[in-house]
């Protein structure tokens, strides 16, 4: 669950990048590797590993993945960064925790996001362990040491300054964090004194990972997590099946937020290219024009129990929808596979209201 980081898309993050193409990925037509750095709404089975209650590699997630394989992904299928992986003809990259992510596997990439994962150290506690940014940074860090051993130093720092670096998190920190019934953030910060603080954090992290040698960074802003399931089904009886506006106000505000950190580290990472990729308004039109792109449902859950399918987490024993290609979410935090592949199109191709300043075909032409 997590989740709900899951709109930052995200979204996605993937979505990775800058305004000007620098040396390392300029002409490669591809990067050198993807590294995945956020929440559920990019975990591959990061917290399959460890004592976490966001976990999902249980069916029926991964339903429509080839083989039917519940991975530890929070969707459906797949992953903004899996038709990404696609489109450049690469491998999906694997969790990090994952036991057959050793020797050249490695060279390739790696996904580090962790379910429940949030920017500041204190959001998730609800979930029990978790990879926190901080961790996950790490992490990284980690990995750029073990590849280096495995191929020396020139060619570890090749691969990860060709590599797109993604960072999609921010949503649980006010949903698994300022938001939750008891929360000590709520108590001590208003809004926009809270926003500042997760900026803050996110902009020393940000840091440690140029530092570590990355030179293709995508932030991906938050979803419209006013309008997912969960909220909805909250709030059911009070607001009759409608987004949350607060919530809805916050993701913006935030976002507005990691647009200007964007443009000041795209002036002070020299060499580098920072991109921001908003999906906010891309799935709200979704939601609000759903027969244009083919879906039916846009507020309810394809899997879960509750008011709009949105108060308890898919589980082994929910029934699913039949036509997962209609739904706009899977389960009361996470979208469909369909909306990932809408979302991966967009990041590729897509204009600067989706992903700026520009796209990542451009940035890898």
């Known amino acids: 669950m997590s989740s709900l980081g899951m709109w930052e898309v995200y979204w996605l993050c993937l979505v990775f990048g800058g305004w000007m193409m620098s040396s390392a990925s300029a002409g490669l037509g591809r990067p050198t590797a993807m590294f995945i750095l956020g929440d559920s709404l990019v975990d591959v089975g990061m917290n399959n590993h460890i004592r976490s209650l966001a976990r999902a590699n249980y069916r029926p997630n991964g339903i429509d993945y080839p083989g039917s394989v519940p991975t530890g992904r929070f969707c459906n299928g797949l992953l903004i960064s899996d038709f990404l992986s696609q489109h450049w003809n690469m491998p999906a990259t694997l969790a990090y925790t994952d036991p057959a992510n050793t020797g050249e596997t490695l060279l390739r990439g790696v996904n580090f996001a962790s379910a429940g994962a949030g920017v500041l150290n204190d959001t998730g506690n609800i979930f029990n362990q978790r990879f926190r940014m901080s961790q996950q940074v790490q992490l990284f860090r980690e990995y750029k040491g073990n590849i280096t051993a495995l191929v020396g130093d ?154 709009y399918r949105g108060i308890i987490p898919c589980n082994s024993a929910d029934p699913v929808c039949p036509d997962r290609s209609k739904y706009v979410f899977w389960d009361p935090f996470h979208p469909t596979e369909a909306v990932n592949k809408l979302i991966a199109q967009e990041v590729l191709f897509g204009p600067p209201s989706v992903i700026s300043p520009i796209n990542l075909s451009q940035l890898f032409i």
């Open 154 to 307: 020139v060619e570890a720092s090749r691969i990860v300054a060709g590599a797109v670096v993604s960072l999609t998190i921010g949503s649980n920190d006010f949903l698994a964090n300022y938001f939750l019934p008891i929360s000590p953030r709520r108590a001590k910060y208003k809004i926009p004194q809270y926003i500042d603080l997760v900026i803050a954090e996110f902009r020393k992290q940000v840091t440690s990972i140029y530092e570590i040698g990355a030179r293709n960074i995508v932030i991906a802003g938050v979803g419209p997590f006013g309008c997912i399931p969960l909220a909805i089904g909250t709030r059911a009886a009070v607001d009759g099946g409608k987004c949350i506006d607060q919530y809805q106000q916050v993701a913006i505000a935030f976002n507005a937020r990691l647009v200007s950190l964007a443009d000041e580290l795209r002036q002070t990472f020299t060499g580098a290219t920072v991109l921001f990729s908003d999906a906010f308004d891309l799935v709200m039109n979704l939601i609000q024009n759903p027969t244009k792109y083919g879906f039916t449902n846009v507020n309810s859950g394809c899997c879960g129990r509750g008011p």
